[in-house]
């Protein structure tokens, strides 16, 4: 069996295309623009990367980009005040604040500094209590991009077995509870998990969000499943190239599983459209 590549990079195009859309008639009955904030703290190479490419996929989806770069020795205080500044800023819709900051500063106070409102990455206790119970909210993009995936290949997730492999907030959390919200019984598996093997097998859907390169084998899935996988990790290989590998040893998988995302060109894609798309619902809750 060879399973089907899911494109995250097409269906990813198609959401920012309709993203668009909707910040077009925005900014026709508002009169301006939604507007994402994005602040980078220090040098950190991959970060001021994707910081780059959010704020070009922002002003190629008809939005405005407001990019605020820190020097790494900025102090909690002045970046507080930054966040206050972006709070009240009535063209700011939505505000990011790249991760991760440097280590004198206190990440989760930041995090809870942000208006929930304009907290597009869904990373304030607000919005995470607000998931958890089932309220409207800012939903993380990354866990957002893989359920929009998932429903897109699968239909209605209902009664399957899903496991997500890793609890970080930023994305494992999230992740189970919208595959609880879809109606999915949910395993959360992580590093002390007992027979981790053992769990994989069970699941009809699997969330791999670990960080540890091919961790998950082929021989672990049920045959036939869903793999969503959200790792990428740059590794060296023999030869000296250094390769994008996920959290999935993926020419193994591609035997077993019935449909898998591709790294690249998977679960990446879908964040940003769903950091695009968080912002266009965020400028239109705070328009009324
Ligand atoms: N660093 C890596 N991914 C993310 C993300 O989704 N949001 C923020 N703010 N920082 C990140």
Redesign the pocket.
Known sequence: MTARLIDGKAFAAGLRERVAGVAASFASSQGRQPGLAVVLVGEHPP?AA?VRSKAKATREAGMESFEHKLLADVSQGQLMALVDELNADPAVDGI?????LPKHIDEQEVIQRIDPEKDV?G?HPMNAGRLSIGLEGLV???PLGCLMLLQHELGDLSGLDAIVVGRSN?VGKPMAQLLIQASCTVTVAHSRTKDLPAAVRRADIVVAAVGRPELIRGNWLKPGATVIDVGQERVEQADGTRKLLGDVASSEAMEVAGAITPVPGGVGPM?IAC?LRNTVVAAHRRAG
């Open positions: 970060s994707y990011l604040v790249q991760m991760p990455d990373f993380p993009c990354t930023i964040t950091l």
